[in-house]
């Protein structure tokens, strides 16, 4: 019995040491493994990143975001040898630094583009449309904000761009009424075709209104607005959230999305000075000795100070002169004059034989 207890608890010392070896192994494992997460892994993961540099096309439409007041009028010269997506990056510059307006976007239209933001500028129905002409294949809209654009526009938009599908409106009291007034534009209409045969008509012009818009993007719509679109227009989805299983079997596009910038992509690479800190310029510094010469400005100033001065009495001159022909063209013009002037002759005349 006594070997057997010496055996027995021979064997479970064994078995602690045991256990006491694999968790002394596991914990310098441990300890290793985090060792070397601490070396891979540095406490400030973006202090060693290195941020990817701007590419040469992205620093020149930079430079043209910059000085676009410069250009702007000959705009539509310049843009007739601009790729599609240079255009586009310089229409949402123009957007953001509030030079975008009918003329700027005329001249930057491409038929290539498949979204268009002119929300907060001043665009009017005029742009739109002619803009409509040229881009047809324009699939997202943004006329948010957009004081000028009127339902007439959009009526005339729908005409040209038969595959618009996103339509971002509101943000402002009058481009909420634009948008309360499209509903009419909206919704389906039938007409009448007369054919011989229901086989020989044809959709498009049984029906019309804008049949490919899908989803209207307008954040402040009110409550009946919102029941007339979803009664009239059951095929347009107002508002429509994100979510991983789509909408009624139909994914929603990223342009429908609420809280997005619909040209955000567009300029994603381009420095945001562009339009954040542009029209400011550093004034130069002036030398000591230079510090008390004239500048030109200030010599020009003087310049005409002296003239002005010295041509004073001669103005005043001939201000007396004027005023002298003046009273005279008018006594001999006037009848009235005339007779004033011959009675005050007579009574001198009189006057001067009485004495």
């Known amino acids: 019995m006594d070997n057997k207890g010496k055996g027995a608890k021979a064997l479970s010392?064994?078995?602690?040491?045991?256990?006491?070896?694999?968790?002394?192994?596991?914990?310098?494992?441990?300890?290793?493994s985090s060792?070397?997460?601490?070396?891979?892994?540095?406490?400030?993961?973006?202090?060693?990143?290195?941020?990817?540099?701007?590419?040469?096309?992205?620093?020149?439409?930079?430079?043209i975001g910059r000085h676009l007041e410069d250009i702007i009028e000959d705009l539509d010269e310049i843009a007739i040898g601009l790729p599609a997506e240079i255009k586009l990056a310089v229409a949402a510059i123009a957007r953001r630094r509030k030079f975008l307006n009918d003329d700027v976007l005329i001249a930057l239209a491409d038929a290539s583009w498949e979204i268009l933001d002119v929300s907060g500028s001043d665009v009017s129905d005029l742009g739109l449309v002619k803009a409509a002409e040229v881009c047809r294949s324009v699939k997202a809209l943004d006329i948010s904000r957009c004081?000028?654009?009127?339902?007439?526009?959009?009526?005339?938009?729908?005409?040209?761009?038969?595959s618009l599908?996103?339509?971002?409106?509101?943000?402002?009291?009058?481009?909420?009424?634009?948008?309360?007034?499209?509903?009419?534009?909206?919704?389906p209409k039938l007409e009448y075709v007369?054919?011989?045969?229901?086989?020989?008509?044809?959709?498009?012009?049984?029906?019309?209104?804008?049949?490919?818009?899908?989803?209207?993007?307008?954040?402040?719509?009110?409550?009946?607005?919102?029941?007339?679109f979803s009664?009239?227009?059951?095929?347009?989805?107002?508002?429509?959230?994100?979510?991983?299983?789509?909408?009624?079997?139909?994914?929603v596009p990223f342009e429908a999305f609420q809280n997005i910038i619909l040209d955000d992509a567009v300029v994603k690479d381009i420095d945001p000075k562009t339009w954040t800190m542009h029209g400011i310029a550093k004034r130069p510094i002036s030398s000591p000795s230079s510090?008390?010469?004239?500048?030109?400005?200030?010599?020009?100033?003087?310049?005409?100070?002296e003239r002005d001065n010295r041509l004073a009495p001669k103005r005043a001159k001939n201000a007396r002169q004027h005023q002298r022909r003046a009273a005279r063209d008018m006594l001999l013009m006037s009848t009235s004059a005339k007779a004033v002037v011959l009675a005050s002759q007579a009574s001198k005349s009189l006057h001067s034989r009485n004495l």
Not at 13 to 32: A, E, Y
Not at 293 to 301: G, I, N, P, Q, T
């Open 194 to 228: 007369a054919e011989d045969s229901w086989e020989e008509l044809d959709t498009k012009e049984m029906a019309n209104g804008a049949q490919s818009l899908r989803w209207l993007v307008w954040p402040n719509i009110d409550n009946n607005s919102l029941e007339d």
């Open 231 to 251: 009664t009239e227009c059951p095929r347009i989805v107002v508002n429509p959230k994100p979510s991983p299983f789509g909408f009624m079997g139909t994914q």
């Open 165 to 187: 599908e996103t339509l971002r409106c509101g943000g402002c009291p009058r481009s909420d009424n634009t948008a309360r007034r499209c509903l009419s534009i909206f919704k």
């Open 13 to 32: 010392t064994s078995l602690q040491n045991l256990n006491l070896n694999l968790n002394s192994q596991s914990n310098f494992k441990s300890n290793k």
């Open 291 to 305: 510090s008390t010469e004239l500048s030109v400005a200030e010599k020009f100033r003087l310049a005409f100070e």
């Open 147 to 162: 004081t000028k654009i009127t339902a007439t526009g959009i009526s005339e938009l729908v005409k040209h761009c038969h």
């Open 35 to 63: 060792i070397t997460t601490t070396i891979t892994r540095p406490q400030f993961p973006g202090f060693l990143t290195k941020t990817k540099p701007p590419s040469l096309v992205n620093l020149c439409i930079g430079l």
